[in-house]
């Protein structure tokens, strides 16, 4: 099958499976799995920030990245296809007891112009603002790219009026791809950042969040909270690290094939797909005279692997695992299923 659903479906590769075996393992509850150590100390160099947190799950990091930054009972503004809200269980109300603020944009890039006039004080009716959320690169928004200057001014202006920002990077190494950067740069302004190690970077599990030291180590007392104590955790750190060294070099071949993805998709008939950035493509099918879910099916009958994640509009993730020619099997095969739609 060529499964074009989701960058999290890529597998550990050789080196990664190797390193996983013969990791250096102590308790990580302890503080004393000298591989998990090396991941965290690792992830914060490469961020530019003062330390690091190994997380199972990309939720738990910005569930903890966000409840460091907030108290019970303010409000989260984020835009209105956010993850944290539409895709990780109202993680933010159940574990952090805020309200999100969902402010609706054309591509999911939020701007201070759009928000300023949301951001609340505390004042004696309304809920403060505890946090910005910006999510980078915004998956329901095709994978779009924050430009620099929208989250630099965003980080300037709130912490102006003593707001935090959170980063969900669960893709922030395809944001620098894209915008010729170093991950650092894109994040050297929020507070806390969360980035996945198990979606392009190709590890089996695991994400990290960061920020300076004194909140990470709350955030190890967040994590065992929420079930994420790990014990000999160097298993999956090991991959984590790997990840970290071969992971962002593929991920202009994976921007690539989104590209080519989009050409053929715009020479379709009855397809409108969305502007493409990164690894994400989005398109309508509505015209097709049948649902996404049908769509799905039959290209699942001919060995392709692809979400619609409303009636109308379908997904292609690019990934390590798919390569070029894949890519124009599945393209194929999505064209035969569109010519079979005609009536």
């Given at each position: 099958?060529?499964?074009?659903?989701?960058?999290?479906?890529?597998?550990?590769?050789?080196?990664?499976r190797r390193a996983m075996a013969e990791a250096e393992v102590g308790d990580d509850v302890y503080g004393e799995d000298p591989t998990v150590n090396r991941l965290e100390a690792r992830a914060a160099e490469i961020l530019g920030k003062e330390a690091a947190l190994f997380v199972p799950t990309g939720t738990m990091g910005n569930t903890i990245g966000i409840k460091l930054l907030t108290e019970?009972?303010?409000?989260?503004?984020?835009?209105s296809r956010?993850?944290?809200?539409?895709?990780?269980l109202s993680m933010l109300a159940w574990f952090s007891g805020c309200l999100i603020r969902a402010v609706p944009t054309d591509n999911g890039i939020l701007t201070w112009d759009g928000i300023k006039g949301l951001v609340k004080p505390v004042g004696p009716h309304w809920a403060p603002t505890g946090v910005i959320e910006l999510e980078n690169t915004h998956n329901m928004g095709g994978g779009r790219v924050y430009p620099q200057a929208v989250i630099d001014e965003i980080c300037d202006e709130a912490h102006a009026v003593g707001v935090p920002v959170h980063m969900d990077g669960a893709r922030l190494f395809n944001a620098a791809e894209a915008a010729g950067r170093p991950v650092r740069e894109l994040v050297a302004k929020v507070d806390t950042v969360t980035f996945c190690l198990s979606k392009a970077l190709g590890a089996p599990v695991g994400s990290m969040v960061a920020g300076p030291r004194h909140l990470m180590d709350k955030g190890r007392l967040l994590r065992k909270r929420l079930g994420g104590g790990?014990?000999?955790?160097?298993?999956l750190a090991a991959?984590?690290?790997?990840?970290?060294?071969?992971?962002?070099?593929?991920?202009?071949?994976?921007?690539?094939?989104a590209q080519?993805?989009?050409?053929?998709?715009g020479q379709m008939e009855r397809i409108s797909v969305f502007q493409v950035e990164t690894n994400i493509v989005i398109y309508d099918v509505s015209a097709t005279g049948r649902s996404s879910k049908?769509?799905?099916?039959a290209l699942k009958a001919r060995g392709v692997l692809m979400n619609g994640f409303t009636d109308k509009l379908m997904r292609a993730v690019t990934h390590r695992d798919v390569s070029r020619?894949?890519?124009?099997?599945?393209?194929?095969?999505?064209?035969?299923?569109?010519r079979s739609t005609r009536t």
């Open positions: 099958m060529i499964d074009l659903r989701s960058d999290t479906v890529t597998k550990p590769n050789d080196r990664m019970h009972g303010q409000e989260v503004i984020c835009d956010a993850h944290i809200l539409d895709w990780e790990m014990r000999q955790a160097g298993v991959a984590g690290l790997i990840a970290l060294e071969e992971g962002p070099g593929g991920l202009e071949t994976d921007h690539a094939n080519y993805i989009a050409g053929r998709l049908e769509i799905s099916a020619a894949e890519c124009e099997t599945a393209m194929d095969a999505l064209e035969e299923v569109v």
